[in-house]
């Protein structure tokens, strides 16, 4: 299954449970994209952490200096 896809109908399901049948389109617009700029930042915190421990694999001596 696409990632993509699989975090949309995650995020479907969430704002399904989270604001209910009596939600206005808009709370549900509003969660939605809460949801969609967390899935964002995650991956943009991993993108981060990886390209950190790519630069330590690559020079495994400034890690030590720096611990």
Known sequence: MNANKHTEEMIEDLV??????????????????????????????????LKSDVKTLMNPSAEIILH
């Open 16 to 49: 399904n449970v989270t604001c209910g049948e009596q939600a206005s389109v808009r709370e549900r617009h509003v969660c939605r994209e809460a949801l969609r700029s967390l899935v964002r930042l995650a991956k943009a915190e991993q993108m981060f952490e």
